[in-house]
């Protein structure tokens, strides 16, 4: 069973910088997974941030990017904002079988 | 404008079948690239993948809920229905329906309000 691992929580200062990663347990992270990220606020439905690794949606803040990092996907949050506190997942495709979300990343601004 | 919204059974019993159906607007699941996935979210849990059914009639499911699993779309009224058998307590959940462009390789940029389901006798 194909597992994608993000960290459980990470904290970050206001106007901070603060890098989110997203694995899996197949092995590196290549665009060929089309990572796509997504933040939940609670009570909320999740809302897209980032497809195909690095391209942002039209409502997506400019402090928010995608890339690959390490082996791994990454969401980078640069001048973090008290409204960025959150929940972030990311979806990884495995192609020609199915997507898996990773188990979420807390994210604290404090 | 995009919009999906999840409707069924609130409340099923352990053992049945549960029937839920997205309605949505603002796009066609005839158009090339399109695709509709249903997504869950136990309460306090994280966001897990179920099943997505493409344009051309091309479905992905779970392989681990595979054997309990049904997309099916209707074009004609903008539905996507998802069935899930032998429901289990650790099945209540929120389950979302949400778009995808399989074109640009965007999962999942429109999503429904959710509907939660509680599975209990």
């Known amino acids: 069973q194909t597992v994608v691992t993000q960290e459980p929580s990470l904290t970050v200062s206001p106007g901070g910088t603060v890098t989110l990663t997203c694995a899996s347990s197949?092995?590196?992270?290549?665009?060929?997974?089309?990572p796509n990220w997504f933040q939940q606020k609670p009570g909320q439905a999740p809302r897209a941030l980032i497809y195909?690794?690095?391209n942002k949606h039209s409502w997506t803040p400019a402090r928010f990017s995608g890339s690959l990092l390490g082996g791994k996907a990454a969401l980078t949050l640069s001048g973090v904002q008290p409204e960025d506190e959150a929940e972030y997942y990311c979806?990884?495709?495995?192609?020609?079988?199915?997507?898996?979300f990773g188990g979420g990343t807390k994210l604290t601004v404090l | 404008q995009i919009t999906l919204k999840e409707s069924g059974p609130t409340l099923v019993k352990p053992t049945q079948t549960l029937t839920l159906t997205c309605t949505f607007s603002?796009?066609?699941?005839?158009?090339?690239?399109?695709?509709v996935g249903w997504i869950r979210q136990p309460p306090g849990k994280a966001l897990e993948w179920l099943a997505l059914?493409?344009?051309?009639?091309?479905?992905r499911y779970s392989p681990s809920l595979k054997s309990r699993l049904t997309i099916t779309k209707d074009t004609s009224k903008n539905q996507v229905v998802l069935t899930m058998t032998n429901m289990d307590p650790v099945d209540t959940a929120t389950y979302y329906c949400?778009?995808?462009?399989?074109?640009?390789?965007?999962?999942?940029?429109?999503w429904g309000q959710g509907t939660l389901v509680t599975v209990s006798s």
């Open positions: 949400a778009h995808v462009n399989w074109d640009l390789r965007i999962f999942f940029n429109y």
């Open positions: 603002g796009f066609s699941l005839s158009t090339s690239g399109v695709g």
């Open positions: 059914v493409y344009w051309d009639g091309d479905k």
């Open positions: 197949t092995g590196a992270v290549t665009s060929g997974y089309y």
């Open positions: 195909s690794t690095s």
């Open positions: 979806l990884l495709y495995y192609t020609g079988t199915q997507g898996v």
